[in-house]
DNA sequence: CCACAACTTGCGCGCCACGCACATAGTGCG
DNA sequence: CGCACTATGTGCGTGGCGCGCAAGTTGTGG
């Protein structure tokens, strides 16, 4: 049989990541303060690519650097949207974000970075409001058709991802993510 | 007494005013289409003051253009934190936002660009973000030390102002925005 | 009245996003 | 297999932007 994708877009989403992960390493090694010596061309060479072509994926470098928690928060809200249909809103939510984050804590520096750096605000949250969508979806699903209700739960859980990641980075205690995530999490589901 | 606030401030606000004021004014005669078009120059020129003095002000256009937003949703912290501390915490938060929504609708052509156009995007979300602060503040006055709970409730309680929002510039239909969040607070108020 | 501080402005520099045109490589069809 | 076709990488040029720097100007306080 043929690949299951080809070529093209397999070559596509290599250079995508390699771009975002060089991105992400590059404003690491600098730090929240020289995050203004990352310049395009530094992400560019360490991709192994033209700045031109960097360009013709990421139209910032803030996009690049935010990329990775991007593209989480839309597997994500992908992840929900697949749980069984009878499961209750609470516990489809909990066992959707478990999956992801309840095996792997998320990379401590990386999420520090995009959360602490001003210049980055703009480009996290929207980040974060990602599985916004597709959350309001699989909540309409389960709860009928009362759409604005579906998106305010679906922020108030978009958010209280975001604010379990904060507490989770500020707080330097052992206590793992996953666990602050549940109890954030609880406050919100209280409600469906 | 002394003017309550010097002719030094008050020449700065005002011009902070006028640069955003002429920001949002041209971007809405531009359109969302056409937001590229709207030059720095031209701000500067609409405000009466140079180029290089609107870069004082505004680190760029989308601040500039969101300003008036941003202050908005620091005003409504404001607002909360200066309620009655005895008042319970769901009345609490109604009676500030319709202290600000409930008399005057907001201005419907201003929040639709800049919650339509995907260039704004992260300047309107950190500004409906900017409330969170004080929101979170206020909130953990009333319920006491759980400062996750109060961070997740601020949270939400941001994130439905900002889905009414949504909602209210989404439909035509004749309901005020101030029902429409009333009725999208009330859903995450519920686990309060 | 005067020294000081805050604010505005012009200038210049480096950087960046992006349109355009061309080169190259993967794809599908006869 | 060979040949058009299309998607993608790249170089170049352009317009614009953010900001540091160094005057000039205008309130402010002693």
């Given at each position: 049989m043929e690949d299951a994708v080809d070529m093209r877009t397999r070559n596509?989403?290599?250079?995508?990541?390699?771009?975002?992960?060089?991105?992400?390493r590059l404003a690491l090694e600098r730090g929240?303060?020289?995050?203004?010596?990352?310049?395009v061309r530094d992400i560019a060479e360490a991709a192994g690519v033209s700045p031109r072509t960097y360009?013709?994926?990421?139209?910032?470098?803030?996009?690049?650097?935010?990329a990775f928690q991007s593209d989480q928060a839309r597997r994500l809200g992908q992840a929900?949207?697949?749980?069984?249909?009878d499961e209750p809103l609470g516990q489809a939510v909990t066992a959707a974000v478990?999956?992801?984050?309840?095996?792997?804590?998320?990379?401590?520096?990386?999420?520090?970075?995009?959360?602490?750096?001003?210049a980055l605000e703009g480009e996290?949250?929207?980040?974060?409001?990602?599985?916004?969508?597709?959350?309001?979806?699989?909540?309409?699903?389960?709860?009928?058709?009362?759409?604005?209700?579906?998106r305010v739960m679906a922020a108030a859980v978009a958010g209280a991802i975001r604010v379990?990641?904060?507490?989770?980075?500020?707080?330097?205690d052992s206590e793992p993510f996953a666990s602050i995530l549940r109890r954030?999490?609880?406050?919100?589901?209280?409600?469906?």
């Open positions: 596509r989403q290599a250079t995508r990541e390699a771009i975002s992960t060089a991105a992400l929240p303060e020289g995050l203004a010596l990352v310049r360009n013709n994926y990421f139209s910032s470098r803030e996009e690049a650097i935010c929900l949207l697949e749980r069984p249909a478990t999956e992801y984050y309840g095996t792997a804590e998320p990379d401590r520096a990386g999420l520090r970075m995009i959360m602490c750096t001003p996290a949250l929207k980040a974060f409001t990602t599985a916004e969508g597709p959350l309001a979806e699989a909540i309409a699903e389960r709860t009928g058709g009362d759409e604005l209700f579906a379990a990641g904060r507490h989770w980075i500020e707080r330097d954030a999490l609880a406050h919100v589901t209280a409600a469906a």
